[in-house]
């Protein structure tokens, strides 16, 4: 009996959490590189998910058996019951503590078992519009494809009810009066799992913070406050748009367009400069066309002109490279030259069939995706050329009165005022003089970088702002924003500490913002083509949720951001910023290390939660291990990996600091890098062009971290 006390004993060990968080990573990191690999070879992404996060065990060569997520989650469970009954400490200081464990072991149990009970069924039922009728209703196992042996009927089983869940995936014509709905049924008894889980762990979270933190903190002020305060803002940003069926309908005509004109696009009333810097955007990734020597321009030209020369002068445009081609095999199927970026209407007008059969092919093959999206272009091209792309309201209309002018004039003025490249120059030459001021120690600079600082939150909140009000939604939507706000939350930091903080660290500044610029710098000349206002899949565009889970993922990137740059400067500094007989808690660059390492990892927890949320509703399901997901899902298992080692003191201090300088690489990765795969339902946030930027960065910073580590003495305290 002693013994196997001691052996469910040593299961508790924060040894053996350690090494159960080292397998998760690696397992998602190869389960994502397995999606991405199977995709590419023409093969749906759900092989690789379910041989990594739908098993028990991974057979190497057919005989070796590795655990696989499954497998893992059971020894994961294990381990956290263990530790509740042996290890986690008592009391009600501890109660958060004990209830966000308790929801894991909820939640690894119950998704383990639930996975095992959940049944998946494909339905189908016959509609007769004229009558406005569904009938016939009937469902069947996924593995009956001649639909023979229906295992339920009826009408009733369309209504969402506890245990099944019934998702509409569209409808195909069979006759004149007829069509065929199709569904997909599950049944899922343990649906609710994830949301017990969500609950218990904001609930331990909460507690801990209230009992554990606050309770030893004689301040008054409530961060937590704040910040909710700030996502309830966010979230008043509902989604509204303007619609063409709101427009009547004798007030579209065709006539000369200006940038301000209102056009109508696919439903959607946008100004003319918006429509065609999104348009050439599509076409070619950029806003602007540079002229080559053999074109009938010179110089840059403004999108809005190549979308009037297409209409008005086609003989002379087909010949401009609009058309950026991605891949080279795609390039010598259309028997273009290989080297070859970029391509005319003209090269590819004698290819417009061959276009049509590729893009029609039903696989996800890279070369099959890019030629869809460059005959969908193609079209949009023609669609211009043949005046039938958009309609202009006519600015005669009695009825122009329904357009919000003042909202598309915002617009255009978004555009000429350049917020983007105005705050990357004030955060760039504020990072200037806050380099200059550690060399020099003066006030004067000092001030002067902080006031830059300020300026340059006070231009991006502004910008941010701005898009709000034109977009009618919250701008979070896609990577530029995204990037964007990170780098707006990284200078407010800033900002907030020279404002408000009496002893604030001044060496931090000048690496919190050249992050920051760099991101600037990121939205602007890479990611520059998500500043155009584009229609936004309807999917992003549906749920507060969605807003709230984008706003907390990005407050908990920043904070991983901030954590991986305060490692940085503790390495820097050496045994004066780390724990020593003088100082046994480590200076407070070291305390605000652990402190914005927590908060970017609880933030990042909470965003993945309220993004598995609003996943359930938009999508049908809680999670599917797609690679975005896997992404958060490694940001989180690296910051519980490095606060369990601190824990444990399986690490030093120096150790800690060492390991969190990998922080903001991995956050890049997990945030930029699974996006370049272009696999699952997050790959619409793909940026071709942000690779080199991205792998730039990973080898500098990999470069500064080695000097780091070597420049660091070994800590001999700990």
């Known amino acids: 009996m002693k013994k196997i006390s001691s052996f469910i004993y040593r299961l508790s060990s924060l040894k053996f959490t350690a090494v159960l968080l080292v397998a998760f990573l690696l397992l998602t990191f190869w389960g994502v590189l397995a999606q991405a690999n199977v995709e590419s070879a023409g093969y749906s992404a759900s092989i690789a998910v379910d041989r990594f996060f739908g098993s028990y065990f991974i057979w190497i060569l057919g005989v070796v058996p590795l655990p696989a997520f499954k497998g893992l989650a059971l020894l994961a469970a294990v381990n956290v019951a263990a530790s509740l009954a042996f290890r986690m400490p008592r009391g009600l200081k501890n109660a958060g503590l004990w ?98 889980f969500t609950v218990l762990f904001l609930l331990g979270a909460a507690l801990h913070y209230a009992v554990k933190v606050r309770g030893s903190r004689k301040s008054s002020s409530c961060v937590a406050t704040k910040i909710v305060a700030l996502v309830a803002l966010a979230m008043l940003a509902l989604p509204t748009n303007v619609r063409a069926d709101e427009i009547p309908s004798d007030a579209l005509i065709w006539f000369s367009v200006g940038r301000e004109t209102p056009v109508i696009v696919e439903g959607e009333l946008r100004p003319f400069d918006s429509f065609a810097r999104g348009f050439l955007d599509d076409l070619s990734g950029r806003v602007t066309y540079k002229c080559r020597e053999n074109d009938f321009c010179e110089g840059k030209i403004p999108a809005v002109h190549i979308v009037e020369w297409i209409k008005d002068l086609s003989e002379k445009t087909k010949d401009l490279a609009l058309f950026k081609v991605l891949r080279s095999d795609v390039l010598d199927a259309l028997q273009l030259p290989s080297e070859a970026r970029y391509v005319s209407y003209a090269e590819l007008a004698p290819s417009r069939d061959l276009l049509k059969l590729y893009a029609s092919r039903d696989d996800n093959h890279p070369a099959t995706v890019e030629m869809r999206r460059l005959y969908s272009n193609f079209l949009q091209y023609e669609a211009i050329k043949n005046g039938t792309a958009f309609t202009v309201v006519d600015a005669a209309s009695s009825q122009y009165a329904a357009v919000d002018k003042g909202r598309l004039a915002t617009e255009v003025f978004y555009h000429k005022a350049n917020f983007a490249l105005w705050g990357f120059i004030i955060s760039f030459i504020a990072c200037l003089l806050a380099s200059l001021n550690q060399l020099f120690k003066s006030r004067k600079l000092d001030v002067a970088a902080n006031g830059l600082c300020v300026a340059s939150t006070a231009v991006l909140t502004t910008m941010l702002a701005l898009r709000t009000y034109v977009a009618m939604r919250p701008p979070m939507s896609n990577l530029y924003e995204i990037v964007l706000l990170v780098a707006l939350l990284l200078m407010a930091f800033e900002s907030g500490a020279f404002l408000f903080c009496k002893n604030r660290t001044y060496a931090l500044m000048v690496p919190v913002v050249l992050m920051a610029t760099a991101l600037l710098f990121f939205a602007k000349f890479v990611l520059e083509v998500g500043d155009t206002f584009q229609p936004i899949p309807t999917v992003l565009n549906s749920s507060v949720f969605l807003t709230v889970h984008v706003f907390t993922i990005a407050l908990g990137f920043a904070g991983m951001i901030l954590s991986g740059i305060v490692s940085h400067l503790v390495l820097f500094r050496g045994n004066a910023a780390l724990p020593s007989v003088e100082q046994p808690k480590g200076s407070p660059l070291y305390s605000l290390l652990y402190g914005t390492l927590v908060f970017g990892a609880v933030f990042t927890v909470v965003g993945t939660l309220l993004g598995g949320v609003w996943a359930d509703f938009a999508w049908g399901r809680f999670w599917g291990f797609d690679p975005k997901e896997c992404g958060a899902l490694f940001v989180i298992l690296w910051a519980m990996l490095a606060l369990h080692l601190r824990a444990g003191r399986m690490v030093s201090a120096r150790g800690f600091a060492l390991m969190n300088c990998f922080n903001v690489i991995v956050t890049f990765l997990c945030w930029f890098g699974v996006n370049l795969l272009g696999v699952g339902l997050h790959s619409y946030g793909f940026q071709s062009g942000s690779v080199i930027w991205l792998v730039a960065f990973v080898v500098v910073d990999l470069i500064v971290i080695t000097f780091l580590a070597k420049k660091a003495r070994p800590d001999t305290n700990h």
């Open 99 to 196: 209830l966000m464990h308790i929801a894991l072991l909820v939640l690894l149990v119950g998704g383990v078992a639930g996975s095992e009970i959940k049944r998946e069924y494909n339905g189908f039922a016959t509609m007769l519009p004229s009558k406005n009728r569904i009938e016939n209703v009937k469902f069947f196992e996924v593995s009956d494809s001649l639909r023979l042996a229906p295992v339920r009927e009826g009408r009733r089983i369309l209504e969402n009810h506890w245990p099944y869940y019934v998702q509409y995936r569209g409808n195909v014509d069979m006759e004149p009066d007829k069509k065929v709905a199709m569904y997909k049924a599950f049944y899922d008894p343990l649906h609710f799992v994830p949301y017990a």
